[in-house]
């Protein structure tokens, strides 16, 4: 499975954009990216996944690098409600599987 | 709403007293999983069900078993439960396919005794 890097904590003011990175330097050409968030004592909420393209959703937007080895997800105007951990995941090909890594905690703040 | 649900939220099991977990969907979606989540970790892949097929991670213990009588059900049961597998058990569903993405329930938290 490509494994992925993220900072394991970081803080977002009220309003500002959150900008969460994720380092996957080892996916293959047909590998998705994905991104869930999971809330205290819930279960995980799909955010948005891409393969190549940048895409967004009502939820967020993705930015995947050129050469794929990186991912940024925006959270455009970042609330309270969307303090959570963060999963940036490499959807392996084969096999249905989705690995979850550590995460980044995302503490927005007031 | 289509929804992965499961019961109950919260479950109570004695030390060696044999526990079983549900999950419904109404999404009709062909792959249904099982995680485990300990405390202050990420959600670890047990196994999961391609319709009646089913697929074990290597590491899961014998101790844990499914079931998946239909497309809606999958159960998960836990044989002699430990004070070890206290933790959140997720379910969740997918079509297939790599670019489908998986919804989760959330979760039935088992307290050991």
């Known amino acids: 499975d490509a494994k992925t890097t993220q900072p394991p904590s970081m803080d977002c003011a009220e309003g500002r954009a959150a900008n969460l990175p994720c380092n996957h330097s080892t996916i293959s050409g047909n590998e998705y990216v994905y991104w869930y968030r999971q809330i205290h004592s819930q279960g995980p909420q799909y955010i948005i996944h891409g393969l190549k393209n940048n895409e967004t959703n009502e939820m967020a937007s993705l930015i995947i690098t050129e050469d794929r080895k990186s991912s940024t997800l925006i959270l455009p105007h970042a609330t309270l409600r969307d303090t959570a951990v963060y999963y940036c995941?490499?959807?392996?090909?084969?096999?249905?599987?989705?690995?979850f890594g550590a995460g980044t905690i995302l503490r927005v703040k007031s | 709403d289509a929804m992965v649900i499961q019961n109950p939220r919260y479950q109570v099991t004695q030390f060696g007293k044999p526990v079983t977990l549900s999950c419904s969907q109404t999404l009709n979606h062909n792959v249904m999983y099982w995680y485990q989540q300990k405390s202050s970790q990420a959600p670890k892949l047990l196994f999961h069900y391609y319709d009646k097929d089913f697929n074990n991670e290597a590491d899961t213990p014998d101790n844990f078993q499914s079931r998946r009588p239909n497309t809606s059900f999958c159960f998960l049961d836990i044989r002699s439960p430990g004070l070890g597998d206290a933790a959140m058990y997720l379910c969740?569903?997918?079509?297939?396919?790599?670019?489908?993405?998986?919804?989760f329930g959330n979760g039935t938290r088992l307290t050991v005794t």
């Open positions: 969740a569903t997918s079509r297939v396919g790599v670019n489908s993405p998986l919804h």
């Open positions: 995941i490499v959807r392996v090909l084969y096999g249905n599987k989705l690995v």
